[in-house]
């Protein structure tokens, strides 16, 4: 039985860090799994400004704390606040999830577990296709590494500023395509993902509707916003097959969970309460 078990000691302490923070559902997936396993805990929401954040990474230190989850925008900053990042994490650039060893503080991300297992479960030949990958951002970087592991044959990294795409490519020392448009990969791709930050709000689309029609009747679009987008309606409408971010939510909770706790994560239960919170915002 791990130290965080329920007893009569005072619940111990976790939660997610970021700015904003309200609109995080991780509280409502990761406290129902902790109930479920009678671990005395509590996992809260922790809006923490940029000024804040020392004080708050320091306080994840005490005895009563567990760890964080990390969201923007402060993944890439927090590295710089722990004892100790992990290899996974120092390539991807970023911190998603904070683990308390007794005072000392281990950086990991989970991000790219979370994305290649969600991918593998919807698409278990991912690894004979080739990937479009729209965006070089925070959250590109995951995705590569993510395709990379899932062993993904061929992957295009499609970004208008040219320089940033090649610069990722280069950083993560992963044989990458660069382009500045979809159109000449698109026929060939067999996944298409949407890593930008266009596509949250609706009428917004990361590329040209039209773009869609260059794609196998097999393709899999995937968007990283955890529901539905107009990429994926479009995409549903011409009859391919879609995945939001849900699943990688979901799966890099769990490993977190598991990161946290010592324990194993309590899947059904995480996906149901995920499911649950997301429904009044689809």
């Given amino acids: 039985m791990s130290e965080a078990s329920s007893g009569s000691a005072a619940p111990k302490r976790l939660g997610v860090i970021g700015d904003p923070v309200a609109h995080s559902i991780s509280p409502a997936m990761q406290q129902p799994a902790l109930d479920a396993?009678?671990?005395?805990?509590?996992?809260?929401?922790?809006?923490?400004?940029?000024?804040?954040?020392?004080?708050?990474?320091?306080?994840?230190?005490?005895?009563?704390?567990?760890?964080?989850?990390?969201?923007?925008?402060?993944?890439?900053?927090?590295?710089?606040?722990?004892?100790?990042?992990?290899?996974?994490?120092?390539?991807?650039?970023?911190?998603?999830?904070?683990?308390?060893?007794g005072g000392r503080l281990l950086g990991d991300n989970t991000d790219v577990y979370g994305f290649s297992t969600s991918l593998l479960e919807i698409c278990p030949d991912a690894a004979s296709r080739a990937a479009v990958l729209l965006g070089a951002g925070g959250a590109a970087r995951a995705v590569v590494l993510?395709?990379?592991?899932?062993?993904?044959?061929?992957?295009?990294?499609?970004?208008?500023?040219?320089?940033?795409?090649?610069?990722?490519?280069?950083?993560?020392?992963?044989?990458l395509v660069v382009a500045d448009s979809p159109d000449a990969a698109l026929p060939a791709a067999g996944i298409l993902i949407?890593?930008?930050?266009?596509?949250?709000?609706?009428?917004?689309?990361?590329?040209?509707?039209?773009?869609?029609?260059?794609?196998?009747?097999?393709?899999?679009?995937?968007?990283?916003?955890?529901?539905?987008?107009?990429?994926?309606?479009?995409?549903?409408?011409?009859?391919?097959?879609?995945?939001?971010?849900?699943?990688?939510?979901?799966?890099?909770g769990a490993r977190a969970f598991e990161r946290f706790t010592g324990q194993p994560a309590p899947l059904d239960v995480m996906w149901s309460a995920a499911l649950a919170a997301r429904a009044p915002r689809s």
């Fill in 37 to 101: 396993l009678g671990i005395n805990a509590r996992y809260e929401r922790w809006h923490t400004t940029a000024g804040e954040l020392p004080a708050r990474i320091a306080s994840l230190r005490g005895n009563d704390m567990l760890g964080a989850n990390v969201t923007v925008p402060h993944k890439q900053w927090v590295m710089s606040l722990v004892d100790e990042v992990s290899p996974l994490a120092q390539s991807a650039g970023a911190v998603n999830t904070i683990v308390n060893q």
């Fill in 146 to 175: 993510a395709l990379r592991e899932a062993g993904v044959r061929e992957i295009t990294i499609v970004n208008r500023n040219l320089a940033r795409a090649e610069m990722l490519r280069d950083d993560l020392g992963v044989d």
């Fill in 194 to 252: 949407n890593a930008t930050s266009l596509g949250w709000h609706a009428g917004e689309m990361p590329l040209a509707v039209s773009l869609l029609d260059l794609l196998g009747s097999d393709a899999l679009v995937v968007d990283l916003t955890y529901r539905d987008t107009d990429l994926l309606d479009a995409a549903r409408d011409r009859g391919l097959a879609t995945l939001d971010g849900l699943g990688m939510l979901v799966h890099q």
